[in-house]
Nanobody, 127 residues
Framework: QMQLEESGGGAAQVGGSLRLSCAPS????????ITWFRQVSGKEREGVAG????????YYADSVKGRFTVDQDLATKTLYLHLNSLTAEDTGMYYC????????????????????WGKGTQVTVSS
């Protein structure tokens, strides 16, 4: 069974930056989607950005395009989420999720499409 471990969360100021890491392990297949989600208490989990590991293709929610970037270290398989130009709306618990996919087109930003989840890492953005 696939396992995911997030790290790198913390406090940042508006306009600042953070880098989150997602370390996958225990997976059998190489074609999978790894996607970052975030959630604030009282709100639904929101897709942020991710990568299809079979091709390296990336995808982003409209709310973070131009500000966030995802990439993967091919040696360690670690997925990184670079959060730039942070706003207070970026505050939340960030989760790394993964599941199988035939192509990047299968990597939807919907939490219902993912069966494997990390425990999350908190990001707090303050003025």
């Amino acid at each position: 069974q696939m396992q995911l471990e997030e790290s790198g969360g913390g406090a940042a100021q508006v306009g600042g930056s953070l880098r989150l890491s997602c370390a996958p392990s225990g997976y059998t297949y190489q074609r999978y989607c790894i996607t970052w989600f975030r959630q604030v208490s009282g709100k639904e989990r929101e897709g942020v950005a991710g990568i299809y590991c079979g091709t390296g293709s990336t995808y982003y929610a409209d709310s973070v395009k131009g500000r966030f970037t995802v990439d993967q270290d091919l040696a360690t398989k670690t997925l990184y989420l670079h959060l730039n130009s942070l706003t207070a709306e970026d505050t939340g618990m960030y989760y790394c999720a993964g599941d199988l996919g035939l192509s990047v087109e299968d990597c939807e930003l919907s939490p219902t499409n993912y069966n494997f989840w990390g425990k999350g890492t908190q990001v707090t953005v303050s003025s």
